[in-house]
């Protein structure tokens, strides 16, 4: 920070400080907070562009020119029809909720040459499990019962469905190589990563995007969690239309709200 923005910010909170309730202070505080998050690239999750996904997409991984993407999490199917109208990539989109599938399928029928809908659920081993679901929120459904004490979810139903890990997956489908595996499963993201061991240790995807949010706090992982099960990648936060290079130990880079990740293994960028 310059002296003078130093000496502005001071000044600013001195004068508050002296001429306001301290209720007041506490929302002026709030409102810088929240906007300084944003920069920093928490709580954009509105839409792509704000998110960074839309940056990441058109600009990063579009000019790597990929020829395999893995939509983790695919729910209705807007990160994966952005990732066809994009680029040129296969992409192969696992969902396990039956409605979002169906839907997943429907949004995506111009592109049936190109991709590939699984009806599947990932994570660490081959099995049948339980989500839990909101109809109304399909998107926050989750595999993990802790995450219930999040404020805003009401996933209410449960239906068992099957799982995969994508190690299995790949072996049987015999895909030995893949661009970008984006991975948003609400608070699973760890049995994801036990379940492509290998893929992470020998084909090394040139990409891998999480979702990084309050379900991390209730399932006891954190940025710096991953960042140690991959090891030569760097890590780089989105932001609204670009995104940042992070250190996974900086507290900053592991706070408890929305944003999104790309692990970037180190000979790409």
């Not at 990563?193 to 995807?205: L, S, V, Y």
Request: charged content about 25%; hydrophobic content about 40%; aromatic content about 12%.
């Amino acid at each position: 920070m310059s002296s003078e923005l130093q000496k502005l910010v001071d000044n600013f909170l001195q004068f508050y400080s002296a001429n306001k309730h301290k209720s007041e202070l506490n929302q002026i505080s709030d409102f810088i907070l929240s906007h300084a998050l944003s920069a920093r690239g928490y709580n954009n999750y509105r839409n792509q562009e704000e998110s960074g996904e839309l940056f990441f997409i058109s600009e990063i991984l579009a000019k790597q020119k990929p020829r395999l993407c893995i939509d983790v999490g695919a729910n209705n199917g807007g990160y994966s029809l952005t990732l066809l109208k994009l680029t040129q990539a296969r992409v192969i989109a696992f969902e396990p909720l039956p409605a979002a599938f169906k839907k997943l399928k429907e949004n995506s029928l111009e592109f049936l040459n190109r991709i590939k809908c699984e009806n599947l659920g990932v994570g660490a081993k081959e099995e049948e499990l339980v989500i839990n679901y909101n109809p109304d929120a399909t998107e926050h459904a989750s595999f993990s019962q802790e995450v219930d004490e999040i404020d805003y979810l009401r996933n209410q139903i449960k239906i068992k469905v099957p799982l995969v890990t994508l190690d299995l997956y790949f072996e049987r489908n015999n895909l030995t190589e893949v661009d970008l595996i984006k991975i948003d499963v609400e608070g699973f993201e760890q049995e994801v990563f036990a379940g492509a061991k290998e893929i992470f240790t020998k084909i090394r995807p040139k990409f891998i995007q999480i979702e990084f949010n309050w379900h991390q706090l209730f399932r006891n992982t954190s940025l710096h969690f991953f960042s140690k099960q991959l090891p030569g990648y760097d890590t780089y936060q989105l932001i609204p239309q670009g995104w940042i290079k992070r250190e996974p130990k900086d507290p900053l880079s592991n706070i408890f709200l929305f944003s999104n990740f790309i692990f970037v293994r180190s000979d790409i960028i």
